[in-house]
């Protein structure tokens, strides 16, 4: 696609060059006003290069200069260069001090990256190269400076200020301004950098590290949300326990801060000792969050300190080893979870979350190696392939290894690096040294795109009382990557017999984990008298596409009887996409089919399943889900027929959905069986509902009765959701009611807007363009912006409606999104990347979509590179 005005550099993984200077301090000075903010920053550069450096490149964008020295002397004109990426000093001397004084506008920066005044406070963003919006400098990851900074505002509006390490002094100035001293004794790159300014109330806890030293924890936010901290707070010390234990990691400073925020373009950021949150993740009570937001809290926790070893203590050489922090912490952070709550559980939503956004990324014209090879604008590559396909490699490294074969790889890969800057080749090499085992065939993961498909097919043979098991993968091509080598895939497998039992595999083990190697191999298990039904890929040991070789009969048999809880749960899913997919295909063959019957009525029947995993085992694939299994998605069809799966099940199993539904009404608790337990009722009322003749608004009551009266948000939220998605006829007084009650909870708000924007009716178009004029909608706090777009791009008979209505609004909206905020439009554009997924006409209007976002005025970098990937 043709893009007007851009020549965007594009940063090749082979050019790595290590830098020829390193800076070993960095004193920051910052006057902190909202228009008008100076930054004076004091440099300590030294020469690591062996030959002469003529010209030596200092990043810096958006800075106003207001002074430059050298070693205490004002720079000549011959001395240094101002270009469009930075400054450029001429002939520098082999070691020498920068004294640079500039001007920036926080106020005015609606992009949130660099240095940002949003919501009365003053806030950083620097992760991936936001500091070189803060001043001229060296802005690589491989760069690491001590830093030293000193804050200066007024009291009033800044009662606290904040930056990472330590506080060393503070002190009062004229005109009722004061300032802060903070020192922070690791030397880190420049990514790592934050300061916080305003006023803010704190909570304050202690953690005792297992060596004994006490570390203060802080948690900052406004007045009246010191309540809203439990959880947060809570899963910290949780987290700051479980590295203890699981990996021996301590935390290294005496305090240990977070900042929420409800201006952020992301979900947290690990900061040095000061950690910066999207509220969202941070603040919960239970009348205003619900248990998926508490948990969603519990893991980012986690999952930036866990960042303190893994991407600060040890960090990334240069931005193509993203995953070598971002899919190490994700592991981390999701075994965490594991560990805090149950582990199948948590295993089929990670799962799920890895097929709903990284299966279909790795599967168009987006898709890209867990490596890259090339970015343009590398905040397009915080993706769901770097974070949760780099997961899933961990993960399989972790299988393949065992567990304290793994800890003693990662015990390794810390004493060799702690401090350095290093690559993922690096981390794969401490796996193997300390293991005395060769990963060589592993890295292809790294650097092949793509999802790999495995076929499995299988055979007992009577005679012989053996079972054959034959594996073969293949990975479709990629951009770029016409032709993929096979790469090692670890199955863990188990064969059952017909009463459910695992039988014992050539030995006394009943599992074993397969590698695949080869594009084919296969496997006999002998002495088996009866035949037997293959178990494969349990726990989802590799993240692949199963083409498994079962009937439905077996897949039915293994919904109930498998004792892999992930399994159980693809057994059933697997039957229920079959199902849906003849309905697309025939919507006359509408019913459910018996063995997706007998699944059901056993789960349902079942009450000794826990709570939380029966709800996963009946609820439906999501459209979005159904429609990845097609070769072309049939939008409109695939969205009747889970209604109509829906309404099926709803309405055979009235009395069962009924029961459930009072048998597990119970006062809030927070413990992980009551989780479980309103899961699964408001899964049952659900189905309820859907089970509802037209017309007939008898189950629509007890809706009614849940939202006006549920002690706590998930109920609450559930039947909200229910009645506004369902347009019961009084949902305009429930909207309305909804929003006079929490108006005051932006989170709320975020949920309000998201709830109505992803209504599959005709009409929601039309209410979306009201949203957006709504006087709670502000372009300017992503938060509200994902809620009204993200939530009509998640909607899919409304985004992708025939006559391309959707497309156009939406592209529209991301035009005038990206003058504002050009990272958050660039990610919120990777929809319209899916067109060669949908039917001619609307891959025409998805099209035009992206031909009109091309042909924008003053298009940003972020979102030229996502439209020129999407549509070469
Ligand atoms: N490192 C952060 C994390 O924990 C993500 C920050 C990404 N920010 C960005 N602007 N790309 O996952
Ligand atoms: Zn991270």
Redesign the pocket.
């Known amino acids: 696609m043709t893009i007007s005005g851009t020549n965007a550099v594009v940063v090749q993984r082979g050019d790595y060059k290590v830098p020829s200077y390193q800076i070993s301090e960095i004193a920051l000075d910052l006057r902190l006003d909202p228009e008008n903010t100076e930054v004076s920053a004091c440099l300590h550069f030294q020469c690591t290069a062996t030959a002469p450096v003529t010209e030596l490149h200092l990043d810096g964008e958006s800075l106003e200069l207001l002074s430059l020295q050298r070693d205490g002397r004002t720079l000549a004109e011959h001395e240094y260069r101002l270009t469009d990426a930075g400054l450029v000093l001429l002939n520098p001397p082999e070691s020498f001090v920068l004294e640079s004084r500039v001007r920036i506008h926080p106020a005015a920066n609606s992009t949130?990256?660099g240095l940002y005044h949003a919501g009365g406070q003053f806030l950083t963003?620097c992760?991936?190269e936001?500091f070189r919006r803060i001043t001229y400098t060296l802005d690589r990851p491989d760069c690491l400076a001590r830093f030293t900074v000193t804050l200066h505002a007024p009291q009033k509006n800044c009662p606290v200020l904040l930056a990472n390490g330590n506080c060393m002094a503070t002190g009062d100035e004229e005109d009722g301004w004061h300032w802060a001293r903070w020192e922070d004794p690791y030397p880190k790159p420049a990514y790592l950098f934050a300061m916080v300014a305003g006023d803010l109330a704190v909570v304050r806890d202690q953690y005792r590290t297992a060596s004994g030293r006490d570390v203060v924890l802080e948690i900052y936010v406004a007045e009246r949300d010191t309540g809203a901290c439990v959880q947060a707070m809570d899963s910290l010390k949780r987290a700051m326990h479980w590295d203890e234990e699981v990996y021996g990691r301590e935390y290294d400073l005496d305090r240990y801060m977070i900042v929420a925020t409800d201006s952020f373009?992301?979900?947290?950021?690990?900061n040095k000792g000061l950690n910066i949150f999207n509220a969202k993740y941070v603040l919960a009570s239970p009348e205003t969050a619900t248990d998926n937001d508490y948990q969603g809290i519990e893991s980012?926790i986690a999952?930036?300190y866990f960042?303190n070893w893994t991407?600060n203590r040890v960090t990334l050489r240069d931005w193509f080893q993203l995953s070598l922090?971002?899919g190490l912490?994700?592991f981390r952070d999701q075994e965490f979870s594991a560990d805090q709550n149950s582990r199948g559980v948590q295993r089929i939503d990670d799962v799920r979350r890895l097929r709903a956004a990284q299966f279909p990324e790795d599967a168009g014209p987006l898709a890209h190696p867990v490596r890259p090879d090339a970015y343009s604008e590398?905040?397009n590559f915080?993706t769901a392939t770097v974070?949760e396909k780099g997961a899933e490699l961990v993960r399989m490294i972790h299988t393949l290894l065992g567990k304290a074969q793994f800890r003693q790889g990662m015990d390794l890969y810390f004493q060799r690096h702690d401090g350095q800057a290093v690559t993922i080749e690096d981390f794969v090499a401490a796996m193997e040294d300390a293991n005395q085992r060769d990963l060589s065939g592993f890295r292809r993961w790294y650097g092949q795109a793509g999802t790999p498909i495995l076929r499995a097919t299988g055979s007992y043979d009577p005679a012989r009382h053996s079972y054959t098991l034959t594996l073969r993968q293949e990975t479709p091509a990629t951009p770029g990557q016409p032709v993929k080598e096979p790469v090692p895939i670890p199955v863990r497998m188990a064969l059952l017999n017909t009463q459910g039992q695992r039988v014992p595999l050539n030995g006394t083990d009943r599992e074993s984990i397969l590698l695949l190697e080869q594009t084919e191999q296969s496997w006999t298990f002998d002495n088996l008298p009866d035949p037997v039904i293959p178990s494969l890929l349990r726990g989802f040991s590799a993240p692949v596409r199963l083409e498994s070789p079962l009937d439905d009969d077996a897949r039915s048999f293994l919904a109930s009887h498998d004792d892999d809880p992930f399994n159980r749960w693809e057994s059933i899913q697997d039957l229920a996409v079959k199902a849906l997919l003849a309905t697309v295909a025939d919507a006359s063959l509408a019913s459910l089919p018996s063995a997706l019957r007998h699944a059901v009525a056993a789960t349902l029947g079942d009450a000794q399943i826990d709570p939380a995993f029966r709800a996963e085992l009946l609820s439906l694939p999501s459209e979005d889900y159904i429609g990845e299994q097609m070769p072309v998605i049939a939008v409109e069809a695939v969205h009747h027929a889970r209604d109509s799966l829906m309404r099926t099940i709803g309405m055979q199993f009235v009395p069962e959905w009924m029961g459930l539904y009072h048998d597990l009404a119970a006062t809030y608790q927070r413990d992980g069986l009551s989780i479980g337990r309103r899961r699964l009722r408001n899964l049952a009322l659900s189905y309820l509902i859907a089970g509802d003749h037209e017309g007939h608004e008898g189950m629509a009551l007890y809706a009614r009765q849940q939202y006006a009266q549920a002690d706590n948000m998930t109920d609450r939220l559930a039947a909200f959701q229910l009645l506004v998605q369902h347009r019961h006829h009084d949902a305009e007084d429930i909207l309305l009611d909804f929003y006079r009650r929490w108006h005051e909870y932006p989170l709320l708000i975020d949920k309000w807007f998201a709830i109505q924007a992803a209504t599959p009716r005709p009409e929601t178009l039309r209410q979306v363009e009201h949203l957006l004029v709504h006087p709670a909608f502000d372009w300017r706090v992503p938060n509200r912006v994902r809620a009204v777009l993200g939530g009509f791009a998640a909607n899919p008979t409304v985004f992708h409606a025939a006559d391309g209505s959707g497309y156009a609004f939406y592209a529209e909206q991301l035009r005038r999104l990206d003058d504002l905020n050009p990272?958050t439009a660039a990610r919120l554009a990777t929809p319209l990347s899916r067109w060669q997924r949908y039917d001619a006409p609307r891959q025409q209007a998805m099209g035009e979509a992206l031909k009109m976002l091309a042909g924008k005025p003053k298009l940003s970098r972020d979102l030229a590179e996502v439209i020129q990937r999407s549509h070469p």
């Open positions: 949130l990256s963003q992760e991936a936001g373009n992301m979900g947290a950021m690990e980012v999952h930036e960042h991407g922090k971002e912490t994700v590398i905040n915080y974070y990272q």
